[in-house]
């Protein structure tokens, strides 16, 4: 069974940078979709990266730019990389993961993904 669990999150100023970790456990990474999610109170969830099993990536156009997902596959880890943070980034971010079977295509289908992370969380304030 796959797990995944994220770390990284924390307090950063309007403009500054975070690097988020999401450890994936009981899979490799060829065999799993990996996104990150994000979900500000009062909102909903919101899927802002991807990396298919393959290490193709997209982004929501929210964050395309400034964010940038990327993989360790010997470590089963993936990051995401935030800069330019702005204060309506501050959210809950959270990490899952989906076979690999389904389409790139699919990305943001947000039922296909079957196991998250506790989420962590990233207040962008001066």
């Known amino acids: 069974q796959s797990e995944v669990e994220e770390s990284g999150g924390g307090l950063v100023q309007p403009g500054g940078s975070l690097k988020l970790s999401c450890v994936v456990s009981g899979a490799r990474l060829q065999y799993r979709h990996i996104a990150w999610f994000r979900q500000a109170p009062g909102k909903e969830r919101e899927i802002l990266a991807y990396?298919?099993?393959?290490?193709?990536?997209i982004y929501a156009d929210s964050v395309k730019g400034r964010f940038t997902i990327s993989r360790d596959t010997n470590e089963r880890i993936v990051y995401l990389q935030m800069d330019f943070l702005k204060p309506e980034d501050t959210a809950v971010y959270y990490c899952?993961?989906?076979?690999?079977?389904?389409?790139?295509?699919?990305?943001?289908?947000?039922?296909?993904?079957?196991?998250w992370g506790r989420g962590t969380q990233v207040t962008v304030s001066s």
């Open positions: 990396i298919s099993n393959g290490a193709r990536t």
């Open positions: 899952a993961s989906k076979p690999g079977y389904w389409a790139d295509s699919r990305w943001d289908v947000t039922e296909h993904y079957d196991n």
